[in-house]
């Protein structure tokens, strides 16, 4: 099993294509089997929010593309 001690916190998002591919409870057991779940919720993302998450990433030719993907639909954000 991961170690990890009581401060650290691990974010995860279980994007809308493995949501509607019935792989969410899937991942989720997974997870569980290492990790204890903080908190988890349905989201909607901002370009505002997309762009803070994945500003590292500005400079990829992929990157527009990426911030509509993350724009549409909901996906599930986890903290671990």
């Known amino acids: ?6 401060n650290e916190q ?3 998002i279980i994007k809308g294509d493995a949501i509607s591919r019935g792989l969410m409870g ?11 779940i903080v908190a988890m919720k349905f989201v909607a993302f901002t370009k505002s929010q997309v762009e803070q998450l994945y ?14 993907y993350m724009m549409t639909g909901h996906h ?5």
């Open 26 to 36: 899937e991942i989720i057991s997974i997870l569980e089997k290492h990790f204890s």
């Open 55 to 68: 500003g590292g990433a500005k400079h990829l030719d992929f990157y527009p593309a990426l911030v509509e």
């Open 1 to 6: 099993a991961v170690q990890k001690s009581n």
């Open 76 to 80: 599930l954000a986890m903290v671990l």
């Open 10 to 12: 691990t974010f995860v």
